[in-house]
């Protein structure tokens, strides 16, 4: 049974930066896809962005991309989340998600395996 575990947010300043970590276990994740999505209270689940495990291609969801990195350790079965730039508008719970199947694709409904979440508030 795959288990992904978060780790990593917290409360920040506007400006500021927190990587948030993604700990994969019970399968090898060489053929799956892992991605970042987050909910912020009264409304929808929403990508924010994902990774091929495989290749290490990444896609980003257009409020994210230029402050956001996704990347993955292999040996470590754990996939990052480096945000800088923080706004008060990127305050969410963020969770991580995987999918076996090589293919990135932004709606939640597409992944299997799904994290606790970990809470990210940022202040203004």
């Known amino acids: 049974q795959v288990q992904l575990v978060e780790s990593g947010g917290g409360l920040v300043q506007a400006g500021g930066s927190l990587r948030l970590s993604c700990a994969a276990s019970g399968r090898t994740f060489s053929s799956y896809v892992m991605a970042w999505f987050r909910q912020a209270p009264g409304k929808e689940r929403e990508f924010v962005g994902g990774?091929?495990?495989?290749?290490?291609?990444?896609l980003y969801a257009d409020s994210v991309k230029g402050r956001f990195t996704i990347s993955r350790d292999s040996a470590k079965n754990t996939v990052y989340l480096q945000m800088n730039s923080l706004e008060p508008e990127d305050t969410a719970v963020y969770y991580c998600?995987?999918?076996?199947?090589?293919?990135?694709?932004?709606?939640?409904?597409?992944?299997?395996?799904w994290g606790q979440g970990t809470q990210v508030t940022v202040s203004s």
């Open positions: 990774i091929r495990w495989s290749g290490g291609d990444a």
């Open positions: 998600a995987a999918k076996g199947y090589d293919i990135l694709n932004v709606h939640p409904t597409w992944y299997d395996y």
